[in-house]
Nanobody, 123 residues
Framework: QVQLVESGGRLVQAGASLTLSCAASGRTFSSNYVMAWFRQAPGKGREFVAGSGAPTTYGDSVKGRFTISRDNDKNTLNLQMSSLKPEDTAVYYC??????????????????WGQGTQVTVSS
């Protein structure tokens, strides 16, 4: 129904910047879908990073460093990350759901997921 493909993850040094992208496609996908970024570090649960909506929302650990943006013409969701820290190391996932009034922070409430892209920040 909806396919999400993330890209852009790689190994960077602490303090660097990196941009992740998520390409959405599928018969039922539309610009009205809500979209978000999550991440999962080894041995930890999936953590909300940022959600694209009205208003845009961010997890506390990334506020002021990460910026989420969306291009509805291209069906892409981006995540600009700056001042990266070793604790940002994780697999980053793109998520999408049919239209909602708010952006859920719980991963259980999202319908579609990408396969993830690895971000590693070395100290």
């Amino acid at each position: 129904q909806v396919q999400l493909v993330e890209s852009g993850g790689r190994l960077v040094q602490a303090g660097a910047s990196l941009t992740l992208s998520c390409a959405a496609s599928g018969r039922t996908f539309s610009s009205n879908y809500v979209m978000a970024w999550f991440r999962q570090a080894p041995g930890k649960g999936r953590e909300f990073v940022a959600g694209s909506g009205a208003p845009t929302t961010y997890g506390d650990s990334v506020k002021g460093r990460f910026t989420i943006s969306r291009d509805n013409d291209k069906n892409t969701l981006n995540l600009q990350m700056s001042s990266l820290k070793p604790e940002d190391t994780a697999v980053y996932y793109c998520a999408a759901s049919p239209p909602r009034l708010s952006i859920p922070r719980s991963p259980q409430l999202w319908n579609f997921w990408g396969q993830g892209t690895q971000v590693t920040v070395s100290s």
